[in-house]
């Protein structure tokens, strides 16, 4: 059984779906993103837990609460939520599998150092039901007509096919 982490609001502004609801109420977005985790069947043998910034709270402790089969986690005061799923994570990654989904690179890289398995918000988001997909996806075999012929980008980036061999599939 893997144990999934999700940085809340870092899927939530991923997708533009959830962005939209997020501008009329963040509470609504928050809904909606559980509701369709949990209703999710590629995570039905999966633990879920969702975590939240709570640091305007006025809780001076880390609070949670379940639903349906998703815990929701809400950081405390003063406390950011990537410092509580970097916690989680490290108490979970010796008992189970552990996979973190966050768009933020130090996460991912203190997640990563812990044992954990990483996955993108977009890389989640695809495989959920009712997500919106895509407009038009990239091909990267397509030839750029131009003049120049020195290669542009990050030399010791991985190339997008083997980002997305490496994602976890879900």
């Known amino acids: 059984m893997r144990h999934i982490i999700v940085d809340g609001y870092n899927v939530i502004r991923a997708d533009p779906r959830l962005q939209s609801f997020e501008r009329v109420s963040l509470e609504h977005a928050r809904e909606v ?15 879920l837990t969702v975590v939240f910034d709570g640091g305007r709270g006025s809780r001076p402790h ?41 768009n933020d690179v130090e996460v991912r890289e203190r997640c990563r150092a812990v044992g954990c398995e990483v996955s ?20 990267e075999d397509d030839v750029d007509t131009t003049l120049s012929t020195v290669k542009r980008g990050n030399p010791r980036r991985s190339s997008r096919r083997a980002r997305r061999q490496r994602d976890v599939r879900f």
């Not at 993103?33 to 043998?45: E, F, G, I």
């Open 33 to 47: 993103l559980v509701k369709t985790l949990a209703s999710s069947p590629r995570l039905a043998n999966d633990q």
């Open 62 to 102: 880390i609070h949670s609460e379940r639903l349906g089969r998703v815990v929701l986690v809400y950081s405390a005061q003063g406390q950011t939520a990537d410092d509580v799923i970097v916690s989680q994570a490290r108490s979970l990654a010796g008992a189970h599998r552990v996979v973190v989904v966050s």
């Open 120 to 139: 993108a918000a977009e890389n989640l988001l695809t495989q959920l039901p009712g997500a919106s997909r895509p407009l038009a996806q990239d091909n």
